[in-house]
């Protein structure tokens, strides 16, 4: 042992790439949002249920008895408790209440991912645009406040009154054209607050593509504050649909909504409970699953919180 | 101070007219039949409807409207309403129905501070532990499910298990307020929780309680006397903002419990196109708005002294 | 001046470990070190080498997700690297060992005036609370060289420019009347100009209130103002210690050669200033024999393999390096260290 230690006792070359070697990885934007994802069980287990619940609710539409559009009045079968005829029992006015919630819960799934796409799609652009070109922030700023300003329940009350009873898509055209606000104000400081930090700087002093510094150093970070506001806006987007219906500010009787069908059972729920427990738990379930979907999948794709 | 206190009130009242205009311009964009009942539109001939419009200066060039708008406003007229209550003063009739409103409101304002902000703390407190994944579960569920959904569990619950009375009525105020007050502070005391929580955990990261366990200091007295103050700061400035809103009351909770407040005050003066009440209300809500934020940055002035220095333009 | 006298702290192949989203860097690596009592120690070494952390285990002060994972931490007969509830930790913090942070601008609460966070130390650690404690925190306005400090004790952190932040910590530091100071890279975040005074303010303090300092620092220019010994560290580890002249004149670790070589004050006008080429090793990964050898241009092969024991330069001076065993080939110290001794001379 001695002499094998012995004969160490010499002088090697010096290798300046070994001095150098720290040993880290290769970094990929998008394969730590999924590492980071998909380590949340809990997020993975809200994308099955609501996944899940939304394919359901066609499978539910196809296999319940009765077709909404065939629905006909029925004073008999008022208040008819659920059995094996009726899942979800009859309403006051004796229609088949399976067909009424899950062909509700559709519209409002259908109305809010429209209005959320909308939102998306037209406050990113004008949120970029806002953040980026800086001869457009003034008159931006000052669309921006002056629509902001007017309570938005004015702007809505308005649209209902001259519509008389939006049908779906200019509920759809209505709600984005107000729901862009936020998202392109959430965007435009992120945009802002980003876009002159140094090392965007110096990249751009080296040459690199004002694209290429957009998409790899400030995408991220909005990647993150999007996919939060979606998380909010989906939900928020069926609670206005919701109020606004209740209201008789929303879509007309004809389309079934969520509210709509609150507003019909507001009387009746407290004496028929499961008036209200079945839409009650279906929405709830949406909401929340997507909330929590939405918050843990931001969570992962903010760069901060990545390996 | 004064100086700028000043500024600011004038620009506020730009704001307040700018906005007062903008509403003016929407009201008239409405199809004029809205001025009459159905009764009224079906039975009055055109030129009755014709001579009825002349009358209420309906008719006559949107700018001279506007210009006769401003004279009233600046004598203090807020105008009579025209459908509402036929010919009563505007003022009146916000008078009559902001109390119940605003009572309501201020109840429910201080149960949800109270409430929210003990369960922030208790949260902070008990981090990453059951008390605060039951707060988060709360938290989640009154901002997620819609609001209508969650009142009508509440009256539900009410109703059937505690027996309270469904809609509300003066005659059994007390008992009919509960459950309307309930469903008031649910989200808001979500929304203090929240917010004290995030508040704490973020002054929890700062530097300078580094220094205060170095010195010696036990970490509850460092919760009560650093972090609790230092939080509550931003939160104050919230505060008169919140109490000046619950004069306009909820459209909704109101509404669904039947209440004679503020809240559908706005909706429903549109829909009967009662222009003078609307713009009144407006006006109203629009002043609330801008002082509240004004007082608000007042308070942050008075209680985070790096604020007014800087405000005076002393460099440090 | 170390000979026959016991250390006040004694820490002895002290390990840290912290867990980083799932892996595990080992900070501090068997790190030994003595304190004695009233002198004046220096632990030098690069950003990242563990000097602060190694200091905060003597108050517990470790973020939450590090933890001592090995050897032993003696302060006043007690094994204080086995403390894990915050009553022990109260009877040492403030009391027996304090420190100053290096950042003065975030040190201190924005919202509370100065005159109390100087008395919470006071009531804390002396238990005098009210009037006294305002009239004795006011003499360590005074003290620390604040002028007008009546007046000052009433105003917020705000108020005060970096380096008078900067005594109103010292000030609370001391108030607590501690036997051990520790001082984080004090002057790092400060002027040049100030850097001179806030030294000699601690160094005045520390006569008047009889404490043992120990200061942490990148700045070899500091440690040879103020310290009496001088440890080295590097990745986690103390390579040398010695006193102040044997470090600096007599320094036998190739990383103290390499950070005596790289003072500004040493070059020679006109020639390159030479550095210490690549990067500390990442520590998430296991160390090798000594750490410094990937960086050493004249490494024995025998440092890639096993990790060299503290040899005996003299009875206050250890170095941990194989150059010091016999069986190493003749090495001499470079010249640019003999030199200095000369240089400094002048």
């Keep these: 042992m001695a002499s094998k230690q012995d004969e160490l006792f010499r002088f090697v070359e010096y290798s300046p790439e070994n001095a150098e070697r720290i040993g880290y990885s290769n970094y990929s934007y998008w394969r730590s949002v999924m590492q980071n994802f998909l380590k949340r069980k809990s997020a993975v287990f809200m994308l099955f249920v609501f996944v899940g619940l939304v394919i359901f609710s066609f499978i539910a539409l196809a296999i319940g008895k009765y077709d909404w559009a065939t629905l006909v009045t029925n004073t008999d079968l008022a208040f008819h408790k659920p059995d094996g005829e009726y899942w979800f029992g009859c309403d006051n006015l004796g229609r088949d209440y399976w067909c009424q919630v899950w062909y509700s819960m559709q519209t409002s799934v259908k109305l809010a991912a429209l209005v959320g796409g909308g939102e998306c799609v037209l406050g990113i652009v004008i949120g970029c645009l806002w953040g980026y070109v800086r001869w457009l922030d003034r008159p931006i700023t000052e669309l921006y406040n002056i629509i902001n300003n007017v309570p938005m329940i004015i702007y809505l009350t308005l649209i209902a009154l001259i519509f008389r009873g939006l049908s779906f898509p200019v509920m759809c055209i209505t709600l984005i054209a107000f729901g862009w606000l936020v998202m392109a104000r959430n965007v435009r400081n992120l945009v802002f607050m980003y876009r002159d930090r140094e090392y965007n700087l110096a990249s751009r002093c080296l040459g690199t593509p004002i694209s290429r510094v957009l998409v790899k150093n400030i995408f991220p970070y909005l990647i993150s504050v999007i996919v939060l506001r979606l998380a909010l806006s989906i939900p928020g987007t069926i609670s206005l649909e919701t109020t606004l219906s209740y209201l008789g500010l929303g879509l007309g009787i004809d389309t079934p909504s969520l509210g709509i069908l609150l507003r019909n059972a507001r009387n009746y729920f407290v004496d028929y409970p499961y008036l209200l427990v079945f839409p009650a738990v279906v929405v709830a379930l949406i909401t929340i699953t997507f909330y929590l979907l939405g918050n843990a999948f931001s969570d992962a794709s903010d760069p901060r919180n990545h390996v | 101070m004064v100086k700028y206190s000043i500024t600011r009130l004038l620009q506020s009242a730009v704001t307040v007219l700018i906005v007062a205009t903008i509403v003016f311009l929407l009201m008239r964009a409405l199809p004029t039949d809205y001025f009459f009942t159905e009764e009224e539109v079906m039975k009055l001939t055109e030129q009755q409807k014709q001579d009825r419009l002349e009358a209420a200066g309906l008719n006559d060039p949107v700018a001279q409207q506007l210009l006769r708008f401003y004279n009233e406003l600046l004598h203090g007229d807020l105008g009579k309403s025209r459908r509402i209550r036929v010919d009563k003063p505007v003022i009146e009739i916000i008078q009559e129905r902001f109390p119940v409103s605003m009572k309501l409101g201020l109840i429910s304002l201080g149960i949800s501070l109270v409430l929210g902000i003990a369960l922030g703390i208790l949260q902070v407190l008990n981090k990453e532990g059951p008390l605060d994944h039951l707060g988060m579960i709360y938290t989640i569920f009154v901002n997620a499910v819609p609001p209508l959904v969650t009142y009508s569990l509440v009256l539900m619950f009410g109703a059937k298990v505690l027996d309270l009375p469904s809609m509300f009525s003066k005659r059994n105020e007390l008992q009919s307020s509960i459950m309307p007050v309930v469903c008031l502070s649910l989200s808001s005391i979500a929304h203090y929780a929240m917010w004290t929580r995030r508040y704490m955990v973020d002054e929890l990261n700062k530097d300078y309680l580094r220094l205060c366990r170095v010195k010696g200091m036990p970490t509850k007295d460092i919760m009560i006397k650093h972090v609790l103050k230092n939080a509550f700061v931003p939160l104050i400035a919230y505060i008169p903002a919140s109490i000046l809103f619950t004069i306009g009351g909820s459209l909704l909770v109101e509404r669904f419990f039947g209440i004679p407040g503020m809240g559908p005050l706005l909706v429903d003066s549109i829909g009967r196109y009662d222009t003078p009440l609307v713009q009144g209300l407006v006006v109203l809500y629009a002043s609330m708005s801008v002082i509240g934020v004004f007082l608000g940055d007042v308070m942050m002035t008075v209680m985070d002294p790096r604020i007014k220095l800087t405000g005076k333009g002393d460099t440090r | ?346």
Aim: net charge neutral; hydrophobic share 40%.
């Design chain 3, 1 to 346: 001046m170390a000979e026959n006298r016991q250390p006040i702290l004694s820490a002895k192949d002290v390990e840290i470990e912290f867990t980083l989203r799932g892996k595990v860097l080992k900070a501090i690596r068997k790190c030994s070190l003595d304190l004695y009592k009233g002198e004046t120690l220096a632990i030098v070494g690069e950003s990242g080498s563990g000097k602060s952390v190694f200091t905060k285990s003597f108050l517990g002060m470790l973020d939450a997700n590090g933890s001592i994972t090995g050897g032993t931490i003696t302060y006043d007969g007690n094994d204080i690297s086995k403390y894990k509830t915050e009553k022990q930790w109260m009877a040492i913090r403030g009391k027996k060992i304090s420190m100053v942070m290096q950042d003065p601008m975030t040190s201190l609460n924005p919202l509370k005036k100065i005159g109390r966070q100087i008395e919470e130390s006071i009531t804390y650690n002396q238990g005098i609370k009210g009037e006294e404690a305002r009239k004795m925190a006011i003499e360590m306005l005074s003290k620390v060289g604040i002028p007008d400090p009546e007046r000052r004790a009433k105003q917020y952190p705000h108020e005060f420019s970096g380096g008078m932040r900067q005594r109103v910590v010292i000030a609370i530091a001391a108030a607590c009347r501690p036997d051990i100071l520790i001082c984080d890279e004090p002057t790092t975040a400060l002027d040049v100009t100030i850097q001179a005074q806030i030294l000699d303010l601690i160094r005045g303090l520390q006569k008047d209130l009889d404490m043992t300092v120990i200061y942490i620092t990148h700045d070899l220019g500091v440690v040879a103002n103020v310290a009496d010994r001088v440890a080295v560290m590097y990745a986690g580890q103390i390579v040398e210690v010695g006193t102040v002249e044997e470090i600096f004149y007599d320094a036998w670790h190739p990383y103290t050669w390499a950070l005596l070589n790289s003072l500004p004050q040493l070059g020679v006008k006109g020639e390159e200033l030479p550095t210490i080429e690549g990067t500390p090793p990442n520590l998430f990964n296991e160390v090798h024999g000594d750490a410094f050898a990937p960086r050493n241009k004249q490494a024995l092969a025998i440092d890639f393999e096993e990790e060299p024991p503290f040899f005996n330069v003299s009875e206050t001076h250890i170095a941990k390096t194989w150059y010091l065993d016999p069986r190493a080939p003749k090495i001499e110290q470079p010249k640019s260290i003999l030199s200095l001794r000369n240089k400094m001379k002048k």
